[in-house]
Structure formats: C-alpha cells, structure tokens
C-alpha cells in the first residue's frame, strides 16, 4: 500500500536493525484517515470470505481492527492480556511470549463472542516474530471457528513471523513488507501494492 510506505519512509524512525518505532500516526498518536484507508484495504483482499468477525489483540491492533469490521460491517473482538474482574465468564486463552519485553502472559477471549459458526479475520499492526498472531490463532482453533487469514499492517520479513504462521496452513497478507532496515533506510518488497 503505496501510502503506507510513503507515510512510513517519511515518519518511521529506526531505533535499530529491527525496531521501527511509528508512533506518530500509528503506534501512539493515530492517523484516522490512514487507519480507515487500512480497513478498506482489508476489505478488497479478503471480500470473498464472508468474515463475520475481526479478531486483534489490545492495544495497537484495536483501531486497525475496528477499521476492518467497519468495512465489513461486522464487530470485531480484541483480546486482553490481562483477565480483568469483569470478564467473569469462560474463556479462551493462550500463552503469548513478547521478545521486546522478555515475558510471558496470556490472551484471552470470553467463550461468549466466538463460536463454531464464525469465520475469522484477524488483524495486527506488525507481523515480527509472530508470537502474538500464533497466540490468535490458537485461540480462534480452540473455539472451533474457521480462520480465513491474517492481515497485518506492517509485516518485517526479516523475522520469522510469516514463516511460522504459513506453516500453521494461516493465510498472511502485509500492507507494508520491510525487506531491511537501517538507520535513515527502509527498504520494501519491490512490485507490491497489497
Ligand atoms: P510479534 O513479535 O509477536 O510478531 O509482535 C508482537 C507485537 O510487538 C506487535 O503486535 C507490535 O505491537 C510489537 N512490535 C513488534 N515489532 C515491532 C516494531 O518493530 N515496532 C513497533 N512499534 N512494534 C513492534
């Protein structure tokens, strides 16, 4: 997505050889237009599926995730990495381990708003590693649902994460593939306008 990589080649900062800190329309602050922009984008990979829910994970993947239901006109879900007081019903859930902060939690989904019948989109701001994305699918597998794909924002090819989930049978589609990375270059898959 040609608007994508511009926005990124002229707000990203490279904090290193593999973090790419977007906090100025994406991470932090949030660009609505860009943001509604993605959703639709979304919208034109997977229109054949007949999605009837988008699934993310709190927080970065919320307004991406909420574009693409807008698009679809369905609700979408996003999972918490805490089980707070108030979900008080079943639920599914799986580990996460998040290399950036060298922990593991748990997501989790209410049993409530996933069942046999649905079939999932799920949507993330970046594809790294993939543990977070792994972490949904699994979730999406417990409830018995059928996973149309995975759609990410900005995927690093230079990690594992597309490698992992392909070999889950996980469809994956990036609107924005970084091929490397240095300080002052960003370089994306040529010949792709997902
Ligand atoms: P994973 O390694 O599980 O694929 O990524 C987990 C989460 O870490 C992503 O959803 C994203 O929020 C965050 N993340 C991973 N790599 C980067 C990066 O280069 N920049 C930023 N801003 N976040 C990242």
């Known amino acids: 997505m040609k608007r994508l990589e511009e926005k990124i080649r002229q707000e990203g900062k490279i904090l290193s050889d593999t973090v790419l800190k977007v906090d100025s329309f994406l991470n932090h602050q949030v660009d609505t237009a860009l943001a509604l922009e993605i959703g639709k984008q979304f919208h034109r990979i997977f229109a054949e599926q007949r999605i009837t829910k988008v699934l993310t994970i709190e927080a970065s993947g919320i307004q991406f995730?909420?574009?693409?239901?807008?698009?679809f006109e369905v609700p979408f879900i996003y999972a918490k990495k805490k089980k707070a007081v108030t979900l008080q019903e079943k639920v599914?859930?799986?580990?996460?381990?998040?290399?950036?902060?060298?922990?593991?939690?748990?997501?989790?989904?209410?049993?409530?708003?996933?069942?046999?019948?649905?079939?999932?989109?799920?949507?993330?701001?970046?594809?790294?590693?993939?543990?977070?994305?792994?972490?949904?699918?699994?979730?999406?597998?417990?409830?018995?649902?059928?996973?149309?794909?995975?759609?990410?924002?900005?995927?690093?090819?230079?990690q594992e994460g597309r490698s992992l989930l392909e070999q889950k049978g996980v469809t994956v589609h990036s609107l924005a593939k970084i091929t490397a990375m240095s300080p002052g270059e960003v370089q994306f898959m040529p010949g792709d306008d997902e």
């Open 65 to 71: 995730a909420m574009a693409t239901a807008m698009a």
């Open 92 to 158: 599914y859930t799986a580990p996460v381990h998040s290399f950036t902060k060298q922990e593991t939690y748990q997501v989790c989904v209410s049993q409530a708003y996933i069942g046999a019948n649905d079939r999932i989109l799920i949507v993330d701001d970046f594809l790294a590693t993939g543990a977070a994305l792994i972490g949904l699918v699994d979730i999406v597998k417990e409830a018995g649902a059928e996973l149309v794909g995975v759609g990410c924002v900005i995927e690093k090819c230079f």
